[in-house]
């Protein structure tokens, strides 16, 4: 796209000795080299800038003539006249010797990002990628002018922080029947990510120096933001079952918060099995504690039943439940979800109101539509099969390659399988190989924050958000890295 600029910071000297056509010409020059008119604007027409300046249109036309033959601008014929991309601006920033690093607590973050790639659908494997191929566009297109066309002004306006009512009402009619989780538009708080959820959650439940238990391994942003908040992430063992509360020892009995992925969890893709949902429910009754469950590919799963939320099976509401539309439609929605006690509501709304008001109203009146109107549950029942085929032929495609080199556990689903490798393949470097060719396999063993009690050596590969011949693409990549 060519950017059409607006010359408003010119400014001609009408008593000047020098001509207004020469100072025109210097104008633009002195624009071009400094950086402030960028290789490909396009430029104003001869009328438009000539009415903008009050100075006769045949000055313009001189002035953009001359520029044409310097070799400042060039012209498309029936599109318009622009800065030339050959031009190169000779201003710069000068470097500054001592240019400021940044304070300590912002470079240690920065070591902890070291590595983070941000998702991209344009690397096959990636976790997280939903199937962007089979968005329903046209659709999001009709419910988009609708909401516009219904709510007019207020879907432009700053809304309630806690979000737009219309679309807590849509979510609470969907989670009931779909994750059954039972609750009312007043316990929904929306925010844009997973990641805006648990900052405020940390800040609302948490002390400074105070334990969160956090599943070991975990999404890397996770202890990170323990740290920003400065309350201590304490691993939680994962074993085959998932979540094992029992194995956390006295730290368990002193931490009044948990973050698991009970459904679907991240990344080993194992299912919380009922002991240990039943010891963590427990655990929370008796400590006084509350479990935050990311349910964020809970909708997708493979068999016949629906594995049941962890929300679903407490009667004591010490379960908070968060969901993303980034996982179910599309990442830049950027807009998610948690279910609160409803007494709790508010004061959450407004401590999240202090990092960010919400996301775009028009957004949210976007997917209210789009639930209220049958294609939000049509799109994930398409999508539940689209990933059962996806995740059969990616596995598949493995299993025929790579039989003896590496091991994919059964019953995993949602948007990402991951697989042992065997012990000659470091995880690490596997992963760095594929990295480096555009592919987005992850290791294993980067994602836990404390040692397991056996090496971790695998990989982590997302599978929703692409079609057969590009799946077969990166497993002959990966076989020809693990050789």
């Known amino acids: 796209m060519n950017n059409l600029v607006f010359l408003d910071d010119l400014r001609l000297e009408r008593q000047s000795p020098v001509s207004l056509g020469e100072q025109l010409r210097s104008e633009l020059r002195a624009a071009i080299l400094d950086g402030r008119l960028h290789a490909g604007s396009r430029m104003p027409s001869s009328r438009a800038l000539a009415q903008s300046l009050i100075i006769a249109r045949n000055v313009v036309i001189a002035v953009y003539e001359d520029m044409i033959a310097e070799g400042y601008f060039e012209t498309r014929p029936g599109v318009g006249t622009f800065v030339n991309d050959v031009v190169k601006h000779s201003a710069s920033c000068t470097p500054v010797a001592d240019c400021f690093p940044g304070a300590r607590r912002a470079q240690a973050l920065l070591h902890d990002a070291k590595g983070w790639l941000q998702?991209?659908?344009?690397?096959?494997?990636?976790?997280?990628?939903?199937?962007?191929?089979?968005?329903?566009?046209?659709?999001?297109?009709?419910?988009?002018?609708?909401?516009?066309?219904?709510?007019?002004?207020?879907?432009?306006?700053?809304?309630?922080?806690?979000?737009?009512?219309?679309?807590?009402?849509?979510?609470?009619?969907?989670?009931?029947?779909?994750?059954?989780?039972?609750?009312?538009?007043?316990?929904?708080?929306?925010?844009?990510?997973?990641?805006?959820?648990?900052?405020?959650?940390?800040?609302?439940?948490?002390?400074?120096?105070?334990?969160?238990?956090?599943?070991?391994?975990?999404?890397?942003?996770?202890?990170?933001?323990?740290?920003?908040?400065?309350?201590?992430?304490?691993?939680?063992?994962?074993?085959?079952?998932?979540?094992?509360?029992?194995?956390?020892?006295?730290?368990?009995?002193?931490?009044?918060?948990?973050?698991?992925?009970?459904?679907?969890?991240?990344?080993?893709?194992?299912q919380m099995g009922p002991a240990k949902k039943a010891a963590l429910l427990n655990w929370a009754t008796q400590t006084g504690g509350y479990i935050i469950e990311d349910d964020y590919d809970?909708?997708?799963?493979?068999?016949?039943?629906?594995?049941?939320?962890?929300?679903?099976?407490?009667?004591?509401?010490?379960?908070?439940?968060?969901?993303?539309?980034?996982?179910?439609?599309?990442?830049?929605?950027?807009?998610?979800?948690?279910?609160?006690?409803?007494?709790?509501?508010?004061?959450?709304?407004?401590?999240?109101?202090?990092?960010?008001?919400?996301?775009?109203?028009?957004?949210?009146?976007?997917?209210?539509?789009?639930?209220?109107?049958?294609?939000?549950?049509?799109?994930?029942?398409?999508?539940?099969?689209?990933?059962?085929?996806?995740?059969?032929?990616?596995?598949?495609?493995?299993q025929d390659t790579m039989r003896a080199r590496m091991e994919i556990s059964a019953g995993q689903y949602g948007l990402h399988l991951c697989a042992a490798l065997a012990p000659e393949f470091d995880d690490t470097e596997v992963a760095a190989q594929m990295q480096a060719q555009n592919f987005g396999v992850k290791a294993l063993s980067s994602y836990y924050i404390a040692p397991p009690q056996s090496r971790a050596n695998g990989i982590v590969m997302g599978y929703a958000g692409w079609a057969g011949p590009a799946l077969r693409e990166a497993v002959a990549a990966l076989d020809k890295v693990c050789r």
């Open 119 to 270: 998702s991209d659908a344009s690397r096959i494997l990636e976790p997280g990628i939903p199937a962007l191929d089979l968005f329903p566009m046209k659709r999001w297109s009709r419910c988009f002018t609708t909401a516009f066309s219904r709510f007019g002004c207020a879907a432009l306006n700053c809304e309630d922080p806690q979000g737009i009512i219309e679309l807590r009402q849509m979510i609470a009619g969907h989670i009931g029947p779909s994750r059954g989780v039972a609750c009312s538009a007043d316990q929904i708080v929306i925010v844009s990510s997973l990641r805006q959820a648990l900052h405020v959650l940390f800040h609302y439940f948490l002390d400074e120096g105070e334990p969160v238990l956090i599943e070991n391994p975990c999404l890397p942003e996770i202890p990170v933001i323990a740290k920003i908040q400065k309350v201590e992430a304490v691993p939680l063992p994962v074993s085959a079952e998932g979540a094992d509360i029992t194995a956390v020892g006295s730290m368990g009995a002193a931490a009044r918060l948990a973050v698991v992925t009970a459904s679907h969890q991240y990344p080993l893709g194992v």
């Open 298 to 398: 809970g909708e997708f799963w493979m068999t016949s039943d629906a594995p049941k939320s962890l929300y679903s099976q407490a009667d004591d509401g010490r379960v908070i439940y968060v969901n993303s539309f980034s996982k179910t439609l599309f990442p830049s929605l950027r807009i998610s979800y948690m279910v609160v006690p409803e007494a709790m509501a508010q004061q959450i709304a407004h401590l999240k109101a202090i990092y960010d008001p919400h996301p775009s109203a028009l957004a949210q009146f976007t997917l209210a539509e789009f639930i209220g109107s049958g294609a939000y549950s049509a799109h994930l029942r398409e999508m539940r099969t689209a990933y059962r085929e996806r995740n059969g032929l990616l596995r598949h495609a493995l």
